[in-house]
């Protein structure tokens, strides 16, 4: 389940961050996908519950990663013209906008 969440992310090669924000958050991510098998398991979610909790991991990670991660310096005529010498957050509508999205199962 969680490999299939990942796979839409990490295949986006525009938006390189998004595999290493999935990859700094791992150990959290693999957490979230353990305690929703255990709960899928025990009857207290469903399947798509649980992917909805790994998914809400997940993108909280690469969202982490975006605002806290080391990412590779600006440019100062860059930094000058947005207004900050942070990396990928200019007007947090990028950060904003990281979600995830359950796929339908197919029959």
């Known amino acids: 389940m969680a ?5 839409a992310l990490v295949n986006d ?9 999935l990859k700094a958050g791992e150990q959290r ?8 098998l255990r709960k899928i398991f025990e009857k207290e979610a469903d399947v798509s519950a649980g992917g909805a909790m790994i998914g809400e991991v997940a993108a909280a990670q690469v969202k ?4 806290d991660g080391e990412h590779a310096p600006i440019s100062a005529a860059t930094a000058d013209r947005k207004g900050s010498p942070k990396p990928l957050i200019d007007t947090g509508q990028m950060i904003n906008s990281v979600t995830f999205a359950l796929k339908e199962k197919r029959q």
């Open 3 to 7: 490999e299939v969440a990942s796979i």
């Open 13 to 21: 090669s525009h938006r390189p961050f998004l595999a290493a924000g």
């Open 29 to 36: 991510t693999k957490a979230a996908f353990f305690k929703a």
């Open 64 to 67: 982490k990663y975006i605002r």
